[in-house]
């Protein structure tokens, strides 16, 4: 079998589109259908079922890349490595969100970075968990992190660590707050407060008033900024209210720079998964990060 074929079989399966796929690639489109094709002609058996928007892969499409894929990763790796001496440096390809990685994954792996020349070397990039998984299942990405558990076989996922949700504000804020009693009895009325968020939707505040009131806060964000470590900038000069990783505002917290404003008996907690794609573990460099990335987490959580 042409393993030309199989790399764009693979590389279909894992865009879950021709078009994609081409992209990457570096084909055309009729090129990649073409070789898909030829390939279950080579097979007798469909591969893909076409879709209005892409291709989703048939029983046998899928049992293929799950035997494939690794191997095909491998021969890659051996490619682009070589098999001489000076090239003992393996690059490892990390994704996730961007405060998660910046402030815990990244320091950790730079432990693996050796100045013998034997380590690791790193190239991260941040995104959303839907971002992220697809990089990683088309083959931009060794290593992922991600809040979401993908489906299907193509990607493997083992939890990393739970991460602790706190709800803060500045100490100007806890005092009114208190005068008001609002924190007495069930939630707060958020819409007396400002609100400080990624997102419009409220995404953090929103799983925080689900697990801890069972109910919807009933606000609109009076800060938006994408990006947590700017939430935490803005709640220590009192923009407002904001639920945020405990890990994040731990030393703010220790500092007295903002207050939690509840302890709830049972903290709102939201998982992390390490992900890969399955068979790529046979790889030493993922190997290695990734156990140590699971062995530093305990202290994590």
């Not at 049992?63 to 001496?85: F, Q, R, S, W």
């Not at 910046?102 to 968990?129: V, Y």
């Not at 809040?147 to 076989?153: E, I, L, Q």
Request: hydrophobic share 45%; with cysteine.
């Amino acid at each position: 079998m042409d393993l030309a074929l199989l790399r764009t079989f693979v590389t279909v399966h894992r865009a879950g589109s021709f078009t994609r796929a081409a992209a990457l690639l570096g084909l055309s489109q009729p090129a990649v259908t073409s070789q898909i094709r030829t390939l279950e002609r080579q097979l007798g058996r469909p591969l893909f079922l076409r879709q209005a928007r892409g291709v989703t892969p048939t029983t046998i499409g899928d049992e293929l890349a799950h035997k494939a894929a690794p191997h095909l990763d491998a021969l890659v790796e051996i490619a682009e490595t070589g098999l001489d001496e000076a090239s003992s440096v393996r690059t490892l390809h990390l994704a996730g969100p961007p405060e998660f990685t910046a402030e815990l994954a990244l320091p950790a792996l730079t432990e693996l970075a050796g100045e013998d020349g034997q380590g690791l070397a790193l190239r991260a990039s941040f995104g959303n968990a839907e971002e992220t998984l697809e990089g990683l299942a088309a083959g931009h990405h060794d290593l992922a992190i991600s809040t979401a558990r993908p489906r299907g076989a193509l990607l493997t996922a083992t939890p990393l660590c739970d991460e602790e949700h706190v709800l803060v504000a500045s100490p100007r804020w806890e005092a009114r707050i208190a005068s008001d009693k609002l924190l007495c009895e069930g939630a707060p009325a958020l819409e007396n407060f400002p609100v400080v968020e990624v997102h419009e939707s409220l995404p953090f505040v929103a799983r925080y008033w689900a697990a801890v009131f069972d109910s919807r806060p009933a606000a609109s964000g009076t800060v938006i900024v994408p990006d947590l470590r700017a939430v935490l900038a803005c709640a220590i000069n009192g923009a407002g209210l904001a639920v945020l990783p405990r890990y994040l505002c731990a030393t703010a917290l220790e500092c007295g720079d903002v207050v939690a404003l509840l302890e709830p008996p049972v903290p709102p907690l939201r998982t992390y998964f390490l992900v890969v794609r399955t068979g790529t573990l046979a790889m030493p460099h993922i190997a290695r990060a990734h156990e140590w990335l699971l062995q530093v987490a305990t202290d994590w959580s």
